[in-house]
């Protein structure tokens, strides 16, 4: 099967939604919202991007101020630029990189049988069942 990739050049200019099913590589300007809910997001070292992103992955060598949200990966490279909060269970953020805003990383499914299990641990739960236990026995 043969991977689409779709080129925005550097002198063209977007305002509104833009959805895609296909790779898209960004190095002009975008303003809006961006889905690419399957596919892989570049921002080239040109592209200038001010939208709330949703892509399965995302890779950052240019600007954006916005929301990133990626149901795989956000990368931001060298000289890459994101002012805005980031959703993804994997980040990376390359030396040289600027990042301002907030990471959420967690995974679905992943991290919530660990934090139920502390909880069961405190000795305020342990008790309560250790006296039913009694109370039969």
């Known amino acids: 099967m043969e991977k689409d990739i779709v080129n925005i050049g550097k ?77 993804s269970p994997r980040v990376a953020i390359a030396e040289g990189a600027h990042f301002r805003g907030s990471v959420d990383m967690q995974r679905k499914g992943g991290a919530a049988p660990q934090a139920q299990a502390k909880p069961a641990a405190t000795p305020a739960a342990a008790a309560p069942q250790a006296q039913p236990a009694g109370a039969r026995a």
């Open 11 to 87: 002198s063209v200019v977007i305002k509104g939604e833009l959805n895609g099913s296909e790779d898209l590589t960004i190095e002009g300007h975008v303003e809006g919202t961006i889905q690419l809910k399957e596919h892989v997001l570049t921002i080239g070292p040109n592209g200038r991007i001010k939208a709330q992103v949703y892509a399965k992955s995302v890779i950052v060598l240019g600007e954006v101020t916005g929301n990133v949200t990626a149901s795989e990966k956000v990368d931001i490279r060298d000289n890459g630029s994101v002012d805005g909060d980031i959703v």
